[in-house]
């Protein structure tokens, strides 16, 4: 299965002025996990997924849904 960037996560993080080590910290990770997370080479729990939306005022479709153009 092909990696996928967490683009949306890493705009959300930097519209809201965080570094990795920032949004890191707040989430109560090591900013290596946001780094995997955003280069999608790490996939987070459903837990992490909902801290992380909230600290950045999104909701779970917003960062981590994947649109398709499948019908």
Do not use: H
């Not at 959300?12 to 002025?17: F, P």
């Not at 992490?48 to 153009?69: H, M, P, Q, V």
Request: glycine share 6%; aromatic share 6%; proline share 1%.
């Amino acid at each position: 299965m092909e990696k996928k960037k967490n683009i949306k996560l890493k705009l959300a993080r930097v519209e809201k002025g965080y570094s990795q080590q920032d949004l890191a910290e707040l989430a109560e990770v090591s900013r290596q996990t946001i780094g995997l997370i955003e280069s999608g080479n790490y996939n987070p729990t459903l837990n992490l997924c909902i801290k992380i939306a909230r600290i950045l005022g999104k909701t779970l479709n917003d960062l981590f849904w994947e649109e398709t153009n499948e019908q």
